[in-house]
Every structure is written in C-alpha cells, then in structure tokens.
C-alpha cells in the first residue's frame, strides 16, 4: 500500500499493522462521523494490556512518534490518560469518561479512507466522552444528535 | 466539571435515588454531579445546535469522510491556535478529569 495522504491514516496503518487493539475517540472520531473539526491530534481508547499497550506504542513509533519509545506499557496500561508528544499528540486512553475499550470495541463503526480502516467509536459513546461541561464540546454534541437523528431516520 | 462557569447547589433528594446515582457515579467512573448534570441534559429535548453550526454541519456532510479528514488537517496547518506547551512531552494523568482541566490549561482557551 503506497504512502497514505493524511497523517491519520498513515498512523492508524501502522497501529493496524501491529494488530492494536483501538478505538479512535476524540476531534479525529468527530472528522469521520461527519464535522470537519479542525485537528491533527489523535486520541486512542485501547485495550488496556501492556501486550496491547506495546502494540500500540510500537505503531506510533513507526509512524514517527518518537517519545512512544521512552515510555513503558505497563505504565500507560496503568494510566487512564498518557500524552505523546506533539505534531499531531497522540493522547492513549484507557478509559474516557467512564467509556472502556471493552464496550467502545463493540459498538465501534469501521470507517475505511486511504484503504486503511479506522475503528471509530460509536456517536452514543461519542456523546458521552464529550459531557465534559465545556462550552464547544455542548456544541458538538448537539451536532453529534443531529447526525444521529440522520443516521436512524 | 472542569468548567469555570459552574454553580455550587445544596439539594434535597430521597436516599434511593441519591443511591441511584451513586451507582451510576461508580459504574460510569464520573463525578456524582456529572450525573446529575447528564440526567437534565437528556431531559432538555429543546436544546438544538446554533443556525450556523448546522449549515456548516450540512457543508461537512456533503463531503465523504476521507474529504473530512483532508479538510481538517488542512485547516489544522493553517489554524493560529496557540501552540500547546511544552513543545515536546510526555504526560500521564491518573484520571481523565485531570487530563481534560490539563488540556483546558495547555490550549488556553475556553
């Protein structure tokens, strides 16, 4: 498969490369659903297994994200939230608002672009990792509905 | 919340559904006034999103999700935002309501 053209796909090919286990929540989520939020960072809900953990890690790394290297899994596995580095962040979750990899996986929705499908949270779970009382994230989830109402009508 | 514009209330509730949302705290790993400030949210069915965020959201939806995603990033290049600080890291937060009150501090905004 030839270079893929945005930064997203071109990770998500190497996580997927490594079999991570993931799901992709934030900004990035938001893009595919259907709201052009500006943004590089990627956020990552995984499986929260250092096996896991350092399939993820060794993903990034090949995508050029170099703290992923100095960073050890057990302790991202333990962490809820661990941040890397910077253009684009990569944020890996372990846990969202109360929203686990384990039930995010399930009602996950694969989008494929590039040729690289991309395990997208649900817009339920979605909506429920933005009630963070913030003034755009209220926004975002009104517009979340609004394409939720779309999809089920 | 990780919200400065909050308000600080006392209320009177029967200890089952104080129970309730207990539970519901614990089960969703949030705050107890997360919960109740999620219960009145779905409650409010009049809440709708501004007039421009739905034309720009009927704009967005023309595009497939590949387009989006060039869309984003391209707008994310040329975007003035401020930078995050430091420029280089690697940060670990225990729980995810200190990651978002980090990410309210790192961008400066909101």
Do not use: K
Request: hydrophobic fraction near 45%.
């Amino acid at each position: 498969m030839s270079e893929p053209g945005t930064v997203l796909a071109s990770v998500c090919l190497r996580l997927n490369a490594e079999a991570a286990r993931y799901v992709l929540i934030g900004t990035r989520a938001l893009q595919l659903w259907g709201i052009v939020a500006p943004g590089l960072d990627i956020q990552l809900l995984v499986e929260p297994t250092p096996a896991n953990v350092e399939r993820v890690l060794r993903g990034l790394r090949r995508a050029g994200c170099r703290f992923a290297r100095e960073w050890l899994a057990t302790e991202v596995a333990n962490r809820q939230v661990t941040v890397l580095g910077q253009t684009p962040q990569v944020d890996i979750l372990t846990v969202a608002a109360g929203v686990h990899f384990r039930h995010a996986v399930l009602a996950a929705h694969r989008f494929v672009i590039e040729g690289v499908t991309i395990p997208t949270a649900s817009i339920e779970d979605l909506i429920t990792i933005r009630q963070t009382g913030r003034r755009a994230d209220a926004e975002q989830i009104l517009l979340l509905e609004a394409i939720q109402r779309r999809t089920l009508g | 919340m990780p919200n400065s514009a909050i308000s600080r209330i006392s209320i009177t509730l029967p200890p089952e559904v104080l129970a309730i949302a207990d539970q519901l705290a614990r089960a969703l790993d949030r705050p107890r006034s997360w919960v109740f400030a999620e219960a009145v949210r779905r409650f409010d069915t009049t809440a709708v999103p501004s007039a421009d965020g739905l034309a720009r959201l009927e704009a967005d939806l023309l595009l497939g999700a590949e387009d989006r995603v060039r869309a984003a990033e391209a707008a994310a290049g040329l975007a003035s935002e401020p930078p995050r600080l430091p420029t280089d890291q690697i940060l670990a937060f225990n729980r995810f309501e200190e990651y978002l009150q980090w990410d309210e501090r790192s961008r400066g905004r909101r």
